[in-house]
């Protein structure tokens, strides 16, 4: 593995912000540079002090671009590349009519192969360097995935979804198949190298009560893996699944009676939670997943960031690429300011970069690892350019100060914003 010098605009995170103006949440070096040696970082400061103890590095010069840690993406689905942008419906009609049967091409693992690497180009292009996603009920789409993955030396998170209900037969597994499965897959993958394996159990509609069941015996018997699922997404989810679900307390409740809430876990969307169920997300611990471009799309409403905050629920923002309509975690939180601007709710630029970087992180307990630029990190790193475009570049004419330039990016800013990316130090943009 190389040496190298990257200098640049270098950005990260030390906390979340508290409020739009809070100088003490991010370290900036107008002229920076990360030394970075054996894929992991090793000095990052000024320039000046760093490349004196650089030796023989080689020096990559990024300059005037802004260098910030990989973005990390937190909920989304492999399988769904070719989903993105499929018409007019909402969130059960848009999975039976073109999820569920784009899904169902996964049992041939060429087509899993050829969508897998497609999807790790997408991610990287986008400036995303870690991802937590959903593969199909196949085993070999996991396989798909994590072979990818490897291929890339990315610290990407994924599990097979278990599903035994409620879906074509082709997408479907038992739950001695899918416990039998994810086994394997843990057994297999889980701390192989960079990957890490998430237990992920569709939804609860899409699971019999014995599934479930079969979920909490996984979570317990692999505590340091992840847990991903949705929850209440949609009106008609919730009440379908109250319904198949009769002695449930709520949704969550759900949930709950098997065991799969906690530090690790990620619930995808949180849209119309009840107080209780809030409640019972803070005090386990668990991660409401704020999908804006997903909600927005399939029309499921919108998150109150707010309300989760004031009632101490942890949270992470995310794609949901194919019901989001954008791999760009830059558009995803260019549509997470409007879902909040509609709430009468003000996302700052410095708290949209914290999110995309060290906050994500902090949600997957992995700020030891990624996201933050920390001396003795994986050196997981991208490189924005925040006039990319014609437009960007006149807009940036008047720009004055770092949040204006960072809320520009966001704004405006998609894959064409991302000149460079490494993945554990190394080149890595496709
Ligand atoms: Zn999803």
């Not at 100088?23 to 090793?42: M, N, T």
């Not at 023989?56 to 910030?68: C, F």
């Not at 992920?200 to 692999?222: C, D, I, K, N, Y």
């Not at 995803?332 to 708290?351: C, G, R």
Request: glycine share 8%; proline share 4%.
């Amino acid at each position: 593995m190389g040496t190298r010098l990257l200098r640049g605009r270098v950005l990260s995170f030390r906390a979340r912000p508290q409020g739009a103006d809070d100088g003490d949440s991010y370290v900036y070096h107008d002229d920076g540079a990360i030394l970075v040696q054996g894929g992991l970082i090793s000095a990052v400061g000024d320039y000046a002090a760093v490349s004196a103890e650089a030796g023989d590095a080689v020096t990559i010069d990024h300059r005037p671009y802004l260098i910030l840690p990989g973005l990390i993406d937190t909920h989304n689905h492999m399988p769904q590349m070719q989903v993105i942008g499929s018409y007019g419906a909402q969130l059960l009609d848009w999975l039976n009519t073109y999820t569920f049967p784009a899904e169902a091409r996964f049992s041939d693992p060429d087509h899993a192969k050829r969508i897998s690497v497609a999807y790790h180009d997408a991610m990287l292009r986008n400036g995303t360097t870690t991802a937590v996603a959903y593969c199909s009920a196949h085993q070999v789409s996991a396989e798909a995935y994590f072979t990818e993955a490897e291929k890339r030396n990315m610290l990407m998170i994924g599990g097979k979804v278990m599903m035994d209900r409620n879906a074509p037969e082709a997408i479907l597994d038992t739950p001695k198949q899918g416990y039998d499965d994810t086994k394997a897959l843990i057994e297999k993958w889980h701390g192989r190298g960079r990957a890490l394996y998430a237990i992920s159990p569709r939804f609860a509609l899409t699971s019999t009560p014995e599934q479930m069941e079969a979920s909490g015996a996984l979570v317990a018997e692999h505590p340091d893996c992840y847990v991903q699922t949705h929850l209440s997404e949609n009106h008609k989810e919730i009440e379908t699944t109250l319904a198949l679900y009769p002695d449930a307390e709520d949704y969550l409740g759900v949930y709950e009676t098997y065991g799969l809430l906690g530090e690790k876990s990620l619930f995808g969307h949180c849209i119309h939670l009840s107080d209780r169920e809030r409640a019972a997300m803070a005090e386990s611990g668990s991660v409401a997943v704020f999908c804006p471009t997903s909600n927005l799309f399939i029309g499921s409403g919108l998150f109150n960031e707010a309300v989760m905050r004031k009632d101490n629920v942890r949270t992470a923002v995310a794609t949901d690429i194919g019901g989001g309509t954008s791999c760009s975690m830059l558009q995803t939180m260019a549509e997470a300011y409007k879902v909040l601007q509609l709430q009468n709710q003000n996302l700052n630029p410095l708290m949209s970069f914290y999110m995309m970087t060290r906050g994500n992180a902090e949600a997957l307990k992995l700020t030891d690892r990624i996201g933050t630029l920390e001396v003795g990190t994986d050196a997981d790193i991208c490189v924005l350019d925040s006039r990319a475009t014609p437009a960007m570049a006149l807009r940036m004419e008047v720009a004055e100060t770092l949040s204006e330039e960072l809320f520009v990016l966001q704004t405006m800013g998609d894959d064409r914003s991302v000149a460079s990316v490494y993945v554990a130090g190394e080149p890595a943009l496709p």
